[in-house]
């Protein structure tokens, strides 16, 4: 049997005639960069997100950036988030030449552990950026709470966790600002690169929207030094095509961690299962822990299973972060995570057989590693 990481031609084939009659009113319009379809998606993320603004954006890692460029962050200040997340959180702060100071994560949820936080402000900290790895929303209440003691800025780097929730409020919605990437791989994925920020704050708001265009406001009178991060209406109309869809996608994401929690749990193998300690997990990527983590994968790629590391270097250890001067060790959590993490097949359309088939290949894999081990 073949199990995909992820089959977005099934996803295509459920709802084709909405997405190419989407693409073709693009083309009858001609419009191509932000104007109306971008607009009818900002207004639909913002109220999902339950946030007064949305901005869309080029990528999630342009999201992070604006942000940024919009608090004045550059060199001589410091920006907080973890080593165990895409490089694009960490990349952007750098690419403002300010300096990243990592926390640890927790080994639970794997997003920033809030206790170590404020050990790490110093006058120079300006903001925090927690990541809400794999569709699950950090800690988010002493989070902003130190943010509130330390008159930093929260940018909730919310690429993988579009709709997750903590203690009922949405991703986005808590900090100030929140920052979305429509990457295809993502639970709401565009037919290329896309991103949105959101905001509770209209000040911001309106920096952000200006900055996304060179920072002309009107046009050709530049207020700001911006940059050109502006969504294009062929991947706005997509991604609101798919809009409509997502809860029912996330359902069923859901379901599917549901039963590998289930089958994985009744099998009793020596495996990490994912964690849900917020009220909406909306599983991005289902990941378990395992120490052979390496071999597994190797047997899961023979038996046809797609699975995928994220991520196997964390970022203190990354050769263009060597200046920063971490070293191995420095961040324990993030490091062992790094080593021991797998992500399985999750998307909306894996099958039942499909789930039972992946476990079936765990189990077969502990019994012949365990077997192993006894004849030594
Ligand atoms: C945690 C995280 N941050 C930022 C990004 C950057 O988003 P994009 O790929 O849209 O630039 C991603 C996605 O790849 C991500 O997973």
């Given at each position: 049997m ?29 419009h ?18 339950n ?48 300096t ?6 927790d ?36 989070v ?41 791989s ?33 046009k ?25 869809h ?9 379901r ?8 994985l ?13 917020t ?98």
């Amino acid at each position: 049997m073949n199990v995909p990481l992820l089959d977005l031609k099934a996803q295509y084939a459920a709802i084709k005639p909405e997405i190419d009659a989407a693409i073709a009113d693009v083309l009858e319009s001609q419009h191509f960069i932000l104007g109306p379809k971008v607009e009818e998606l900002e207004k639909a993320v913002a109220a999902y997100s339950n946030c007064a603004h949305a901005i869309g954006v080029s990528s999630g890692s342009d999201a992070l950036l604006a942000c940024l460029m919009a608090e004045d962050i550059g060199a001589g200040d410091e920006v907080i988030t973890t080593p165990y997340s895409f490089f694009a959180t960490a990349g952007a702060i750098s690419r403002l030449r300010a300096t990243t100071v990592f926390v640890d994560v927790d080994p639970i949820t794997y997003n920033i552990n809030p206790n170590q936080i404020s050990s790490k402000v110093t006058p120079k900290t300006r903001a925090i950026i927690p990541v809400h790895l794999y569709g699950q929303m950090a800690d988010m209440d002493p989070v902003m709470q130190i943010a509130d003691e330390c008159g930093l800025v929260v940018i909730e780097d919310a690429a993988q966790a579009i709709g997750a929730e903590y203690k009922g409020r949405r991703a986005g919605s808590i900090g100030h600002y929140g920052c979305f990437s429509f990457f295809p791989s993502k639970n709401l994925g565009g037919a290329g690169d896309g991103g949105m920020i959101v905001s509770n704050d209209m000040q911001r708001a309106e920096k952000v929207r200006c900055l996304r265009g060179h920072g002309a406001k009107p046009k050709y009178y530049h207020k700001l030094v911006g940059g050109n991060f502006r969504l294009d209406a062929l991947q706005a109309a997509v991604v609101s095509a798919k809009l409509p869809h997502l809860d029912d996608w996330t359902a069923a994401r859901q379901r599917n961690a549901k039963r590998y929690d289930e089958l994985l749990g009744k099998a009793g193998l020596p495996i990490g299962l994912p964690a849900v300690v917020t009220n909406r997990h909306i599983f991005n990527q289902y990941v378990i822990r395992i120490k052979n983590r390496d071999e597994l994968q190797s047997y899961l790629k023979q038996k046809g299973v797609g699975t995928e590391v994220y991520y196997p270097v964390p970022l203190h250890l990354q050769e263009c972060f060597a200046y920063l001067g971490y070293k191995a060790g420095a961040f324990p959590e993030s490091e062992r995570a790094a080593k021991e993490t797998l992500a399985l097949p999750v998307y909306p359309e894996l099958t039942d057989a499909q789930a039972r088939y992946v476990v079936d290949c765990i189990c077969e894999f502990v019994a012949k590693e365990n077997a192993a081990l006894a004849a030594r």
